[in-house]
């Protein structure tokens, strides 16, 4: 079992970059495949990406953020990144990150998440 925490959200201008953080307490954090979410007011919580267990040599990505976001992972640190460049104001939500041990069951499997924390991007 683990415990997630996020932070470094914040309020930012377009175009700027941010670095989220999720530290895990518990053991085996390698063990566990992580997703970053996000949910904006009135909307669907979504899949922003993942990384696979152990190395972290899988990752995902939501479309609309190939190519600005990136996740890695620090297993020796318990904690994984999530990289956020050249914002916009469309990715103004909620980030969470999540986490589910073993082999990847799917996005809706993840057992234990987060208390999230607010990214907001001004135009």
């Known amino acids: 079992q683990v415990q997630l925490v996020e932070s470094g959200g914040q309020l930012v201008q377009a175009g700027d970059s941010l670095r989220l953080s999720c530290v895990a307490s518990g053991s085996a954090f390698s063990s566990y495949d992580v997703g970053w979410f996000r949910q904006a007011p009135g909307k669907e919580r979504e899949l922003v990406g993942r990384?696979?267990?152990?190395?972290?040599?899988?990752?995902y990505y939501k479309e609309s953020v190939k190519g600005r976001f990136t996740i890695s992972r620090d297993n020796a640190k318990n904690t994984v990144y999530l990289q956020m460049n050249k914002l916009k104001p469309d990715d103004t939500s909620v980030y969470y990150c999540?986490?589910?041990?073993?082999?990847?069951?799917?996005?809706?499997?993840?057992?234990?998440w987060g208390q999230g924390t607010q990214v907001t991007v001004s135009s």
């Open positions: 990384i696979s267990r152990r190395s972290g040599d899988y990752t």
């Open positions: 999540a986490a589910q041990l073993g082999v990847y069951r799917g996005a809706h499997n993840y057992d234990y």
